[in-house]
């Protein structure tokens, strides 16, 4: 089966669909098959507040660990007594990741791409009532060294293309938007204001809302593209005039993150750096909300939570 075909939760429910029919073929017990319905069900559930910004190959350790805390929270609010002061047992964490890994294997396995989400359950660590998670994100030098590669294609070989990429990239890095935000822009939603630019997006559900981006990062790309587009075209235009598929920036990051030597992968890693670099600046949480666009609160926190994990770790000897 291909891996993508749909969009995110149409790909998931796809591959749900497939699933459920291999477990039956295989005479899993009803109970077995039960549990694992009613664990995958959720996932797709959890997912669908990020059906906008993300697609199955973005799946990480991070996201697989904020749907324990979502089945968590969803748990406490259900049972407020019997989870006052705790969460779900590690036992039962543990019956979840098992449904999860179980159905993102069968993807591995049949997927026509030979796709892997193996890696990604070797970095969780289930310890008493709490999973421990890491938020991947660019490191400073990696972003030095993915700005250089950005840079060096421009001079090289001076196409739009080079210039559209580095703008796509700067855009997430900068500015925080989501790859379907990114993949939107026109010149016309760039406003000058303060040293910065407010660029007008659709955000989830279609909704115009705003992001920002200091004009520095980005004046150079915006030169070059002023003299060699209508401001009404959308920018992320292929070489034949098609607008840029999500599948086709992935590529292009991935190439880019391998010509960096940066070994992470996957678009929304760039809107974490943002996010992350906001945090460990001091910027107040309500502000990174703002600047992330997020509808709650509960989203951003997971950025003050890696931050005060980054503290703990570096606290323990060595």
Known sequence: MRLERDGFIPDLQRWFQAYKAYMESLNYS???????TTTIEAFIEYSRAFQDEMDIREINTLYITS????????????????????????SSKQTYLKGIKGFLTFI???NDELF????????????GQRSEERMDYLSDEEIQRLLQVLEEEKRTYGRYDNYRNALLVKLMLYGGLRISEALGVRLQDFTPIDGAYKIRVQGKGGREQFAYILADHIKGELFYLEHRIDPSTPIMRTRSGAILARQNAFSILKRLYKRAGIAKQGLHIL?????????REGVDLLVIKKA???????????????????VIRALKPS
């Open 292 to 310: 992330l666009r997020h509808a709650n609160i509960n989203s951003t926190m997971v950025y003050a939570k890696a931050q005060e994990d980054d």
């Open 108 to 110: 591995s396995d049949n």
């Open 30 to 36: 009803p109970n077995t098959i039960k549990l694992y």
């Open 271 to 279: 809107r974490h750096t943002f996010a992350m670099r906001l945090a």
């Open 116 to 127: 892997t989400f193996e890696r990604i359950f070797q970095k969780i660590r289930l310890r």
């Open 67 to 90: 749907f324990l805390a979502y089945l968590e929270e969803r748990a406490r609010e259900q049972n407020p007594r019997k989870l006052k002061g705790g969460g779900l047992s590690k």
